[in-house]
């Protein structure tokens, strides 16, 4: 039977340390596990939370799943700051200031959290961001101290090794915190399994790249929008604006990301085809990835421009019709027409828009009635480059008006007059708008 996280998250630990020897009592074990449970429980995680932490800690020696539990405790950006069941072990090590976070001396007095400074690459008086490994490298810290009396030195370097791993997409992070093992005056053997081990952790981290399905990869890739843009905390009340912004953001990473940051390796860890299979996998999932989202911000766009050409940006709720599909609301896409579909939409991408992501998300609907309405009607070549002149209007060059007007005419206006039948308040501008664009 399946317990509740905070059930899984204990026992793993305790089965861990038990594993490992530790003359940890059941308490303080207890004590390190709910710290755990109430920091992943943080309001705005979707994706950093519980199930992914249980996930990665199912696999592993017992190191790697204590690396796995620590290794998103502390999520500063998303969390507003500390978790406050680890502020006081980061207060002793850390001072938040306007800049971010900066390394006390007492983290350097003792050999426990000092270890974890060498690791990391940092220093007394170092201001560290979320952009500059912050949340990894603070979930480390309260790892070790912790742990402190729970494992011993190298078991503590072990596991902040992992940890410092889990920080995503840079060129060769091995060779680097290699060097840094050398200077803690740990053996060969030992630099080598701790260098694997955290190779496995940090690909581990992120095998939702290399996964199989891309609506899989896709649901993953969702649970990330709302942590690192709030207002879509609300879903029955973010703006189209803020929705577009959010797309645009995680469009422009994944359009820039090489998948050859995203998996890492370290001797034969992984054995060299499973490295490239997962690099393979991953450059197909980007790919593909990019164009949804561009085929989405392309919807997105217009839905944009109608609204601002008919009094301003609203809540996307009140220009679709309501997020959750239901009968008993009108949707827009109940209204749309019927246009004979092209005869070269692309399969894959056709099928992400129709039948959505393998999963709900709490802001969005699955599937993308819109962009299928569109993809259907003037084909992915005419949403590419409809994409760039958005690109252009957001960028200043330009009105709503003019980048609606350079636009097929008449799917455009069919989304206009889709809206005016469920948006009571607008209809007469709406209708006229239609109208304007099919003259």
Same mark, same amino acid.
């Given at each position: 039977?399946?317990?509740?996280?905070?059930?899984? *998250?204990?026992?793993?630990?305790?089965?861990?340390?038990?594993?490992?020897?530790?003359?940890?009592?059941?308490?303080?074990? @207890?004590?390190?596990?709910?710290?755990?449970?109430?920091?992943?429980?943080?309001?705005?995680?979707?994706?950093?939370?519980?199930?992914?932490?249980?996930?990665?800690?199912?696999?592993?020696?017992?190191?790697?799943?204590?690396?796995?539990?620590?290794?998103?405790?502390?999520?500063?950006?998303?969390?507003?700051?500390?978790?406050?069941?680890?502020? %006081?072990?980061?207060?002793?090590?850390?001072?938040?200031? &306007?800049?971010?976070?900066?390394?006390?001396?007492?983290?350097?007095?003792?050999?426990?959290?000092? /270890?974890?400074?060498?690791?990391?690459?940092?220093?007394?008086?170092?201001?560290?961001?979320?952009?500059?490994?912050?949340?990894?490298?603070?979930?480390?810290?309260?790892?070790? *101290?912790?742990? @402190?009396?729970?494992?011993?030195?190298?078991?503590?370097?072990?596991?902040?090794?992992?940890?410092?791993?889990?920080?995503?997409?840079?060129?060769?992070?091995?060779?680097?915190?290699?060097?840094?093992?050398?200077?803690?005056?740990?053996?060969?053997?030992?630099? &080598? %399994?701790?260098?694997?081990?955290?190779?496995?952790?940090? $690909?581990?981290?992120?095998?939702?790249?290399?996964? $199989?399905?891309?609506?899989?990869?896709?649901?993953?890739?969702?649970?990330?929008?709302?942590?690192? $843009?709030?207002?879509?905390? #609300?879903?029955?009340?973010?703006?189209?604006?803020?929705?577009?912004?959010?797309?645009?953001?995680? @469009?422009?990473?994944?359009?820039?990301?090489?998948?050859?940051?995203?998996?890492?390796?370290?001797? /034969?860890?992984?054995?060299?085809?499973?490295?490239?299979?997962?690099?393979?996998?991953? %450059?197909?999932?980007?790919?593909?990835?990019?164009?949804?989202?561009?085929?989405?911000?392309?919807?997105?766009?217009?839905?944009?421009?109608?609204?601002?050409?008919?009094?301003?940006?609203?809540?996307?709720?009140?220009?679709?019709?309501?997020?959750?599909?239901? %009968?008993?609301?009108?949707?827009?896409?109940?209204?749309?027409?019927?246009?004979?579909?092209?005869?070269?939409?692309?399969?894959?991408?056709?099928?992400?828009?129709?039948?959505?992501?393998?999963?709900?998300?709490?802001?969005?609907?699955?599937?993308?009635?819109?962009?299928?309405?569109?993809?259907?009607?003037?084909?992915?070549?005419?949403?590419?480059?409809?994409?760039? #002149?958005?690109?252009?209007?957001?960028?200043?060059?330009?009105?709503?008006? &003019?980048?609606?007007?350079?636009?097929?005419?008449?799917?455009?206006? #069919?989304?206009?007059? #889709?809206?005016?039948?469920?948006?009571?308040?607008?209809?007469?501008?709406?209708?006229?708008?239609?109208?304007?664009?099919?003259?």
């Amino acid at each position: 039977m399946e317990r509740s996280p905070v059930h899984e *998250i204990v026992n793993a630990l305790w089965g861990a340390l038990h594993a490992l020897g530790t003359n940890a009592e059941i308490g303080q074990i @207890e004590h390190w596990g709910f710290a755990i449970h109430a920091a992943l429980s943080a309001a705005g995680r979707e994706f950093h939370n519980h199930d992914h932490v249980i996930d990665i800690a199912k696999h592993g020696d017992p190191l790697e799943v204590i690396a796995a539990l620590y290794h998103d405790a502390v999520y500063i950006q998303v969390d507003q700051g500390p978790p406050r069941s680890m502020r %006081t072990e980061m207060d002793r090590v850390l001072l938040q200031t &306007e800049a971010g976070y900066r390394v006390l001396p007492a983290a350097a007095a003792s050999p426990v959290t000092s /270890d974890v400074l060498a690791v990391f690459d940092r220093h007394v008086g170092d201001v560290v961001t979320p952009m500059t490994g912050l949340n990894e490298f603070a979930s480390a810290l309260v790892a070790s *101290i912790h742990l @402190e009396h729970a494992l011993d030195r190298v078991q503590r370097i072990g596991v902040a090794a992992c940890i410092e791993q889990t920080i995503p997409f840079r060129e060769d992070p091995v060779t680097g915190l290699r060097e840094r093992l050398h200077d803690l005056a740990l053996s060969k053997g030992e630099i &080598e %399994t701790i260098l694997q081990r955290a190779v496995r952790v940090g $690909n581990r981290d992120v095998e939702n790249f290399a996964d $199989n399905d891309p609506a899989t990869f896709l649901d993953s890739t969702w649970k990330l929008l709302p942590e690192s $843009n709030p207002a879509l905390h #609300a879903p029955m009340v973010y703006t189209v604006r803020d929705y577009r912004i959010a797309l645009q953001k995680m @469009e422009g990473f994944l359009a820039q990301l090489p998948a050859e940051r995203v998996f890492h390796t370290y001797g /034969d860890e992984p054995r060299p085809e499973i490295h490239a299979r997962r690099v393979a996998r991953t %450059t197909g999932n980007l790919e593909l990835a990019v164009r949804y989202l561009r085929a989405k911000l392309y919807s997105i766009a217009l839905v944009e421009a109608i609204a601002e050409e008919t009094g301003g940006d609203v809540p996307l709720d009140y220009f679709m019709g309501g997020l959750k599909t239901s %009968t008993e609301n009108k949707r827009i896409e109940q209204f749309l027409p019927h246009f004979k579909s092209r005869k070269d939409l692309d399969p894959p991408l056709h099928r992400l828009l129709a039948e959505g992501r393998a999963s709900e998300s709490s802001f969005d609907t699955k599937a993308s009635p819109l962009g299928v309405f569109l993809h259907e009607s003037v084909g992915e070549g005419t949403m590419m480059k409809g994409v760039q #002149a958005a690109r252009r209007w957001w960028g200043g060059a330009g009105t709503a008006a &003019e980048f609606l007007a350079s636009q097929p005419p008449q799917p455009v206006a #069919a989304i206009a007059r #889709a809206a005016g039948n469920i948006i009571d308040t607008r209809r007469d501008r709406l209708f006229a708008l239609a109208e304007r664009l099919e003259r």
